[in-house]
């Protein structure tokens, strides 16, 4: 537990201080990693074997969803460094819808990192099928350090794209902020309880 916690923390401090898309991505794959390991610790427990599945299968395709937007973004403007992706942005003659269509890829990957509602459907499951140091560790830090990647990703590297995402990101806020309080007052379990708490706040984080 204490080493995964440790690579997880190592995860997200690249994630957090990275400037280069692969730099990004290796953070949040060794973040990732060891998250799912986390959650499947109790090996003979079943809700928790089913619990690190579906956390892992997600998990995935929001990877891939983040990669294939970065690769679009790549595509588009030649650049990895979130300084020169900018910069290419507003001095580049560059098809926008491309450009739009990996900024969609990108912030759909980046709210099932911050299980902003309609990408938290693994949240509750996960969070009351793992160990409760688990739970409370995923609750926290990760969600912090997700919230550092999106503005390193979206502020400093996608800034000229502002009136764009700045849309998505209100419709995910306000949907997070309503399905995370209400759907809470109906659980009868703590942990599930926490995760919704959790999307409300995350809601209330990108708002």
Not at 95 to 107: R, T
Not at 130 to 156: C, E, M, Y
Request: hydrophobic letters at 60%.
């Amino acid at each position: 537990f204490f080493n995964l916690s440790l690579f997880a923390t190592l995860g997200m401090m690249v994630m957090i201080s990275a400037s280069h898309f692969m730099v990004f991505y290796l953070g949040l794959e060794l973040l990732s990693l060891s998250l799912y390991a986390m959650v499947a610790l109790q090996r003979d427990s079943a809700i928790a074997t089913e619990a690190a599945m579906k956390f892992f299968v997600l998990g995935a395709l929001a990877s891939g969803f983040l990669l294939y937007g970065m690769s679009m973004i790549y595509g588009a403007t030649g650049e990895l460094h979130t300084s020169k992706i900018a910069e290419a942005i507003q001095t580049k003659t560059i098809d926008h819808q491309v450009l739009i269509i990996g900024l969609v890829f990108i912030v759909a990957g980046l709210a099932f990192k911050l299980s902003a509602a309609p990408f938290h459907m693994w949240a509750p499951d996960v969070y009351q099928g793992s160990p409760t140091a688990v739970t409370l560790f995923l609750g926290s830090a990760p969600k912090l350090a997700a919230f550092g990647f999106t503005i390193r990703l979206l502020v400093d590297g996608l800034g000229a794209l502002a009136a764009d995402w700045q849309g998505m990101l209100i419709i995910l806020a306000v949907a997070s902020m309503a399905i995370g309080n209400i759907v809470a007052i109906v659980q009868t379990n703590i942990k599930r309880m926490l995760a919704y708490s959790t999307i409300s706040h995350m809601g209330f984080v990108l708002l």
